[in-house]
């Protein structure tokens, strides 16, 4: 039934028998294309694709693997410039088509022309369809750049009749961004001899060269009258038309988990960064869907809601791979009116109609779903957009009950609808000051990180480490009002610092890839780097060197402080909103350990929006490892040496900690923090940065493969190790979870800076704690195996600490 030919009979014979219309052309052409008729007072005719996925329930294999084709042809049309291409596909036929085409020319942008005005994104463009029943066309990308360029514009349509529709567009586009060279994409080439001329002499105008790729080439002969005689017998057969059954089908909702922030198309653009990220969600996605299919279904049909059919389309063509059982079909449903009839001959032999549920501009009016009712789907997976999913969907003549009424089960699947966020207003400039750069501050080089942080180079805050952990305790300062005398490594400690970074960059690369990866795809194609100072430091530049390596991002980063208790600096984040969009921020960090500092950063952020100012920072914190499992953005979960926990200012330019006490700082400034110029000698910074660097390039294929898996992956939170503190804090009586530090980089802390009571380490657990069992033994803190550790290694602060709780040098003692 839903082939060119059913049981030896041309689909559009029908039509030819009655009207005389024929289709003259080569031998592939009656296999794409079928005939019917349509309530249109432009084109009685209608051709209809087989291989469209638009009327026709087809495989969704074959119905983007057209599409890939031609794209591979325009690919090797264009050579080299292929890589500058920009693809438009026209609303709302060839939208899914488009989208295909510009996957097969490669990592290319794409956007489709739509009849859904947005409110807010002004339209970068517009043009009128001739021959459509709904002819007006808007451009709506949210990058208006994205059309600008010398680049080659592919325009993509379902069949090229006259050529006045892609004449019109790249009229329209050629006077505001013009360019060199068109091509011009369709299944099928219907133009007559004289039209084929008009495309000629049109080039010739514009000063642009104009190809054209098809899959086939043809014409339409028709009689005189064809017009009248067509109008007339949808007029007979329509009034003919019997009641619709009543349902009887389940209807199921899955949540497809759709990528946060991910285009639903591509209305407003389209990027390969967008796709990067869809591919890698699919496997998932699809699965659920498979989950919600009765079991024992043996026809499928996905089935996309007008405009939005890419999206459905590869949901459908991932689920027949992950449901091979099942005959998986996709067709989408349409504003155009078809008549049908059930007759072999005939294209469209069944049709499903229900108003309209997306609220459309040119307002009410009725939806057609073609050849799904008599198809014998076990089940129809309706994909729509959130704007579609109103009341009207699920009314009781909606296009779920009307679907119900011919297949057992209805499942429906709403994917979210993309809308662009307006441009941002950056606040008005204060007085604030610019941020400190090396050499000046820090021996990072000038470029690699700008300091959001006065600096108190000349101020005496350093402090032994037993009378700080003393004031700390009992209330009388803290942390942050002073700083822990800097250690310094004895020859033998900085070998293991060594020995680790060679043993371990390789693996940093990879985790440096993996999180820079994710949030650029997931977070903002050029996101503002915020590392919270210093331990987020290194990694902040290390994230910025990837996006350099990989993309040739020249990223902005900056490092500001936060404090446990006092939140962060709210006049960086004040400056930030004065020089950069806040939606672009990406608050990033060394490693979580049980999720204080993350939990701290929402909590300020809301405080800081609360208080009047800028909107839009994300608190949510991209780490390179996240063993406590506190937040979505990570370059692993793995518990494991990060060398730049080892040390102090010497991995980190030279920085302190940061400082924040009422007579330095005050409600105009930002928070402190010293630079250890006289450090210098046993300064590692770059060497650091630079062994991790040079690891890049053999660890792309790894990060590919891991990120691919991680954006298809359910990364939700579980706070496990924020439930092991507490567990941890009990066992061992110390009731206060600020003194239990689990990890490997949080242990490391606890022995530079503080006054360890004892380290817990996981029983096996090898190199990765060969410095914390070094620092260990020269403070005569005892290490603890324990079996079922969810860290590598925890360490706990002297839960009841005077300085009479230390032998006279100072070691810890048994409480």
């Not at 080039?203 to 007339?232: H, N, W």
């Amino acid at each position: 039934m839903n082939n060119a030919v059913n049981n030896g009979v041309w689909s559009g014979s029908w039509v030819a028998e009655r009207l005389g219309v024929r289709l003259v052309g080569d031998d592939r052409l009656t296999d794409l294309l079928g005939l019917a008729l349509r309530r249109n007072p432009k084109r009685a005719h209608l051709l209809v694709s087989h291989v469209l996925g638009k009327h026709v329930p087809q495989s969704p294999s074959v119905v983007y693997g057209h599409g890939f084709a031609l794209g591979r042809r325009v690919r090797e049309l264009l050579g080299e410039r292929a890589a500058d291409a920009v693809v438009l596909g026209y609303a709302e036929t060839a939208t899914g088509l488009g989208h295909s085409v510009a996957d097969g020319v490669g990592p290319v942008p794409y956007l489709h022309s739509t009849r859904r005005p947005v409110v807010g994104v002004a339209p970068a463009g517009g043009f009128e369809e001739s021959h459509s029943h709904a002819t007006s066309h808007l451009l709506l990308p949210e990058d208006p750049a994205l059309l600008v360029g010398d680049g080659p514009l592919v325009l993509v349509d379902d069949e090229f009749s006259t050529g006045n529709t892609v004449m019109n567009t790249i009229r329209d586009l050629h006077e505001r961004y013009p360019r060199r060279r068109y091509v011009v994409v369709a299944l099928v080439d219907m133009r007559s001899p004289a039209d084929a001329g008009r495309l000629e002499r049109f080039a010739r105008e514009i000063d642009a060269k104009v190809d054209l790729v098809a899959a086939a080439s043809g014409t339409v002969r028709l009689p005189e009258g064809v017009l009248e005689k067509g109008q007339e017998l949808v007029a007979r057969h329509e009034s003919a038309a019997g009641p619709v059954p009543p349902p009887y089908g389940r209807l199921t909702r899955v949540d497809l988990c759709w990528p946060r922030g991910l285009p639903d198309g591509g209305r407003h653009g389209f990027t390969p960064a967008h796709r990067d990220r869809l591919e890698a969600a699919l496997p998932a996605m699809a699965a659920r869907l498979a989950e919600a299919i009765p079991e024992g279904a043996r026809r499928v049909l996905v089935l996309g809601c007008e405009e939005l059919m890419y999206a459905p389309l590869r949901l459908a063509r991932e689920l027949e791979q992950v449901a091979p059982d099942a005959e998986v079909r996709f067709s989408t449903t349409t504003r155009s009116p078809v008549l049908a009839v059930d007759d072999p001959g005939y294209a469209i032999r069944s049709r499903i109609v229900f108003p309209a549920h997306d609220d459309p501009a040119d307002g009410p009016g009725e939806r057609y779903a073609y050849n799904v009712a008599g198809a014998g789907f076990d089940a129809v997976v309706a994909v729509v957009d959130s704007t579609a999913d109103t009341p009207a969907l699920h009314a009781p003549d909606g296009l779920l009950a009307q679907l119900a009424a011919h297949t057992p089960q209805v499942v429906l699947a709403v994917v979210p609808s993309y809308v662009p966020e307006p441009p941002y207003v950056p606040e008005r400039p204060s007085m604030l000051p610019e941020p400190l750069r090396g050499p000046a501050f820090s021996s990072y080089a000038p470029q690699e990180v700008g300091w959001l942080l006065q600096d108190l180079s000349e101020v005496t805050l350093e402090a032994p480490t037993e009378e700080r952990e003393e004031a700390i305790q009992s209330g009388g300062a803290h942390y942050a009002e002073s700083l822990p005398v800097e250690y310094q490594p004895s020859e033998q400690y900085q070998e293991l610092f060594h020995t680790a970074l060679e043993a371990s960059a390789a693996r940093l690369a990879q985790a440096v890839g993996v999180v820079t990866e994710t949030v650029i795809a997931e977070r903002s194609p050029r996101p503002v780097l915020v590392s919270l100072a210093r331990a987020g430091t290194p990694v902040g530049v290390l994230m910025r060197r990837w996006a350099e390596h990989r993309h040739g991002l020249d990223l902005a980063h900056y490092a500001v402080s936060i404090v446990r208790g006092r939140g962060i600096d709210p006049n960086a984040l004040r400056w930030l909103a004065e020089h950069h969009d806040p939606r672009d921020v990406v608050f990033v960090d060394g490693w979580t350990g049980k999720g204080a500092i993350t939990r701290e950063l929402a909590v300020a952020i809301e405080e800081f929006e609360a208080a009047g100012g800028a909107a839009g920072f994300d608190p949510e914190i991209a780490v390179l490892a996240d063993p406590g499992s506190c937040v979505r953005t990570y370059g692993t979960r793995e518990d494991f040496l990060i060398p730049s926990a080892c040390l102090n200012s010497t991995v980190s330019g030279l920085i302190s900690r940061t400082v924040l006490r009422a007579d330095l700082v005050g409600p105009d400034d930002y928070h402190g923090a010293k630079f250890y110029r006289e450090l210098a000698g046993a300064d590692v910074s770059g060497v650091f940065l630079d062994a991790v660097s040079a690891r890049f390039p053999e660890v792309t294929d790894a990060v590919d493969a891991a990120v691919k898996e991680l954006l298809a992956s359910d990364r939700t939170p579980t706070w496990e190790g924020w439930a092991a503190v507490e567990r941890i804090s009990e066992e061992y009586g110390i009731h206060d979870v600020n003194l239990v530090k689990p990890g490997v980089g949080e242990t490391t802390r606890v022995l530079l800076r503080r006054v360890p009571w004892k380290i817990l380490a996981r029983a096996g657990a090898g190199a990765d704690l060969d410095h914390v069992r070094l620092l260990a033994g020269q403070r005569g803190v005892p290490v603890e195996e324990v079996g079922d550790l969810p860290y590598t290694c925890v360490g706990l602060i002297h839960p009841q600490y005077t300085r009479g709780a230390t032998g006279a040098d100072g070691k810890a003692v048994a409480v």
